[in-house]
């Protein structure tokens, strides 16, 4: 990432976090051409500075016909894989900071569907993109179909756990 594009960012989150309360700032992409050692450490100076929520991070792969895949200063994948290891190792430790901060907290998510690890339990996500898994109450655990009341609904629950990318958590 170069100089001025992380200043830009630097400015940027703690106003985009001033102005919205418990927002989720995601991030990056390693390995683009061009991108030098120096680039990479303020990429990765900066994802420890902001400490993103989460992050959708992934080596740059060339796509044929675009300018970027006909650069000459292409990185070499052995680079490429060795920044993206360690960027997601440092956005796995931001994003299981982000779920312990929010233990004991009362949140609205969105009941998407069951989850898949545990049918018995209702999935969704919260405004930051954090999923949310917690049982249904217990008149709707009578019958399949009652779960389904919720899927589609915007829930209050008090998160209970943080597991690294997502929580569990009661109604209240």
Do not use: W
């Not at 009341?149 to 597991?163: M, P």
């Amino acid at each position: 990432m170069h100089a001025h594009t992380c200043r830009k960012i630097r400015r940027s989150c703690p106003r985009i976090r001033q102005a919205r309360d418990g927002i989720a700032i995601p991030r990056h992409i390693v390995g683009f051409p061009g991108e030098t050692e120096d680039d990479y450490k303020q990429t990765r100076d900066l994802v420890e500075e902001i400490q993103f929520d989460n992050a959708f991070v992934f080596r740059y792969s060339p796509r044929r016909g675009t300018p970027a895949a006909e650069r000459p200063d292409q990185i070499d994948e052995r680079t490429k894989e060795a920044r993206n290891q360690d960027l997601l190792r440092l956005v796995n430790e931001s994003t299981r900071r982000a779920g312990e901060r929010l233990v004991g907290q009362c949140v609205k998510f969105s009941a998407r569907d069951r989850s898949k690890t545990n049918p018995a339990r209702l999935m969704g996500r919260t405004p930051t993109n954090k999923i949310v898994v917690f049982p249904p109450s217990p008149r709707l655990r009578r019958t399949s179909e009652g779960d389904a009341e919720l899927v589609g609904e915007l829930v209050d629950v008090r998160i209970e756990r943080a597991n690294g990318f997502s929580c569990t958590a009661r109604r209240y």
